[in-house]
T-cell receptor, first 118, second 109 residues
Framework: GAVVSQHPSWVICKSGTSVKIECRSL??????MFWYRQFPKQSLMLMAT?????????EQGVEKDKFLINHASLTLSTLTVTSAHPEDSSFYIC??????????????FGPGTRLTVL | GQSLEQPSEVTAVEGAIVQINCTYQ??????LSWYQQHDGGAPTFLSY????GLEETGRFSSFLSRSDSYGYLLLQELQMKDSASYFC??????????FGKGTRLHILP
C-alpha cells in the first residue's frame, strides 16, 4: 500500500519554542495533504488542508498564524507549531490524498507525531 | 451542522461477528469510510462506500444506506488483534474527511 512518513515521530520541547513536523508521501505524488490533531481517547480533528503550491485552508477555530503549513512539493508538507504551549501537546497526524484505481480518492495516514510541550 | 454517531464501546468474543453502526447528519455527503486505529498508532484505511450496498474485503465488510444516512462495519471471525478503535468518517466532495468519535472494540478470549 501507499506509504506516508512523518518526522519526527515524537518531540519534547520547551514552552515558547517552535516545532516543525514533516509529512512525506514516499511512493506517490500528493497535491493535497491534511493535518489532524488527536487528543487522548478522542477522535481525529481536521486542522487544515494543505494544497501544493497554494495557501493552506484552515478549519474553523484553528489559528493559521500558530499552525503554519507549507506544501512546497508534491511529496512534502510541513506543519510548524509556533510558540508552542502545553495545551498544544497532542498527537499530530498527516494524511496524503491518493487516487484509487476505481476512481475515488482515499487518504493514507502517516504514523503520527507525538508532541509534548513542557 | 455535521454529526456522526457511533457507539463508544463494543465487546465481543474471539471468533464471533460484530457490527459497528454509524449514523450521520451532514450536507455535501460523498461517501462513508471506516478506519482502524490501534493504541499509539495512526489510523489505517479499511473500506469506503460511495454507493448503497455492501463492500466486502476479507473478514471486514461495510454497508451504506444513503437514504437512511446509515452505515455499518461488520467484522467476522474476530481475532485478538482486531482490538482497536474503529472510526467511521464522512467524505466530502472537496476530499475532506470528518471523523466520528470512534468505537472502542474489546475482544474477549
Amino acid at each position: 500500500g501507499a506509504v506516508v512518513s512523518q518526522h519526527p515521530s515524537w518531540v519534547i520541547c520547551k514552552s515558547g519554542t517552535s516545532v516543525k513536523i514533516e509529512c512525506r508521501s514516499l511512493d506517490f505524488q500528493a497535491t493535497t495533504m491534511f493535518w489532524y490533531r488527536q487528543f487522548p481517547k478522542q477522535s481525529l480533528m481536521l486542522m487544515a488542508t494543505s494544497n501544493e503550491g497554494s495557501k493552506a485552508t484552515y478549519e474553523q477555530g484553528v489559528e493559521k498564524d500558530k499552525f503554519l503549513i507549507n506544501h512546497a512539493s508534491l511529496t512534502l508538507s510541513t506543519l510548524t507549531v509556533t510558540s508552542a504551549h502545553p495545551e498544544d501537546s497532542s498527537f499530530y497526524i498527516c494524511s496524503a490524498l491518493r487516487p484509487l484505481t476505481q476512481g475515488t480518492d482515499t487518504q493514507y495516514f502517516g504514523p503520527g507525531t507525538r508532541l509534548t510541550v513542557l | 451542522g455535521q454529526s456522526l454517531e457511533q457507539p463508544s464501546e463494543v465487546t465481543a468474543v474471539e471468533g464471533a461477528i460484530v457490527q459497528i453502526n454509524c449514523t450521520y447528519q451532514t450536507s455535501g455527503f460523498y461517501g462513508l469510510s471506516w478506519y482502524q486505529q490501534h493504541d499509539g498508532g495512526a489510523p489505517t484505511f479499511l473500506s469506503y462506500n460511495g454507493l448503497d450496498g455492501l463492500e466486502e474485503t476479507g473478514r471486514f465488510s461495510s454497508f451504506l444506506s444513503r437514504s437512511d444516512s446509515y452505515g455499518y462495519l461488520l467484522l467476522q471471525e474476530l481475532q485478538m488483534k482486531d482490538s482497536a478503535s474503529y472510526f467511521c468518517a464522512v467524505s466530502y466532495r472537496d476530499d475532506k474527511i470528518i471523523f466520528g468519535k470512534g468505537t472502542r472494540l474489546h475482544i474477549l478470549p
